[in-house]
């Protein structure tokens, strides 16, 4: 097979001898085994025979193989929400006395774990605007930096980092790079091409796609990912099965869906542009993006969310929602549905306005989660609540 997704879609299970054609599910704590000597060999990792399901389990096996298989990745290791995989892997390889580097606009909660928790283990942290140059990210380089992170296409900012550029300054001052993959998906970008050691997904978002179930993962080299596995393993964040076995049949359509996700928002993104309510519209793809030339360079499409400013600030944000019909009003996004959020009067409100305006976020700043419903219809629900 010379294509990913052909690959992936073949990638499973071995078939047991009920000759099931889809994967079943493994919902086992433990595994069997005839003997003694087997246990002991099984143990002392002398065979890769499953043992307990906080170690592995084939659902999650399974999925795991498949995301590397899109990702280009050696291996990997899957966890029970997409934040699990990013402590792990934090824990796993930065120790006290480390310094990480990473860009400043970043998931809130791993903003949380870098700013507020990693320093109560001695490990330190600074920041780069997601606009630095080569050399700004060079110059905050410590002698004690450990890794480089960094999300690309940023939540909820959008803004797109040069992951190749980024990569060839980890490269030269022996770093690891670890890159945030979840918005842009292996369908719209591959880091480790791009030359990123680690890459983290939340696969509650447009893995799953249809808002149902939690999980993570980290793919990346052999040796980065022993590390993590035997951190994760002694300390339990695994993936369920149940879990695994969702996100590893929606794996199979992850490429046709998030060809009508990102052709639905460049649609709505281009329908926006120029409306009378708006400031201005921001979306990898559209030439306006300050960042259009890097998304054209690495990413194959322009992802799935579409980010506009509201004239009038936080209260013209809080009524566009009320104003919605059809759009849900929810946290999560990567969903079959349409969401909308307005992060300045939530995911980001504990920020003062400075802060929000150091990522990006203004006060009239909505996102949205364009979804697979007719994008005519999502469009027009987009511009009755603007005009209400
Ligand atoms: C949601 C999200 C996470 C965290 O994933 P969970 O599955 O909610 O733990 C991390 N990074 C980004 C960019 C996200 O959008």
Request: proline fraction near 4%; include cysteine; glycine fraction near 6%.
């Amino acid at each position: 097979m010379k294509h990913n997704q052909s690959k992936l879609i073949r990638t499973q299970i071995p078939r047991t001898a009920e000759g099931e054609h889809a994967s079943p599910m493994y919902l086992t704590s433990s595994f069997c085994f005839d003997t003694a000597e087997d246990m002991r060999a099984a143990f002392a990792d002398e065979t890769d025979a499953n043992i307990y399901s906080r170690f592995s389990n084939p659902n999650v096996q399974e999925f795991v193989d498949r995301l590397c298989v899109l990702e280009n990745a050696e291996t990997g290791f899957a966890t029970a929400t997409g934040m699990s995989a990013v402590f792990g892997s934090f824990m796993a390889l930065l120790k006290k006395g480390d310094h990480i580097l990473s860009c400043n606009s970043i998931f809130g909660s791993t903003h949380t774990v870098i700013s507020k928790y990693l320093p109560k283990y001695g490990i330190e942290y600074s920041y780069v605007s997601a606009n630095a140059s080569a050399a700004e990210w060079e110059k905050a380089i410590q002698p004690n930096t450990k890794m480089i992170y960094l999300e690309t296409p940023t939540n909820p900012g959008l803004e797109v980092i040069d992951i190749a550029m980024v990569s060839a300054i980890a490269k030269k001052h022996k770093v690891i790079l670890s890159v945030d993959n979840c918005f842009a998906t292996p369908i719209g970008q591959t880091p480790i091409d791009l030359g990123a050691d680690l890459v983290i997904h939340s696969a509650t978002k447009w893995m799953d796609g249809q808002g149902r179930v939690l999980g993570g993962a980290i793919v990346g080299s052999k040796a980065l990912i022993h590390e993590i596995y035997l951190f994760c393993r002694a300390t339990g964040p695994s993936l369920s099965p149940f879990n695994a076995w969702v996100l590893s049949k929606s794996l199979e359509t992850l490429e046709v869906r998030m060809e009508r996700h990102c052709s639905n928002a460049l649609f709505v993104a281009e329908k926006l542009q120029g409306h009378a309510k708006i400031n201005f519209v921001k979306y990898p793809f559209l030439t306006s993006h300050p960042h259009y030339a890097i998304a054209k360079k690495q990413m194959l499409n322009g992802g799935g969310i579409v980010c506009f400013e509201m004239k009038g600030g936080i209260e013209a944000g809080r009524s566009f929602l009320n104003n919605l019909k059809m759009l849900s009003l929810t946290a999560n996004l990567g969903d079959t549905r349409s969401i909308a959020s307005h992060p300045a009067s939530t995911t980001h409100a504990k920020l003062s306005e400075a802060e929000r305006a150091a990522v990006s976020i203004s006060d009239g700043l909505i996102r949205i989660s364009v979804g697979l419903e007719h994008k005519e219809d999502i469009l027009a629900d987009i511009m009755q609540a603007l005009e209400a």
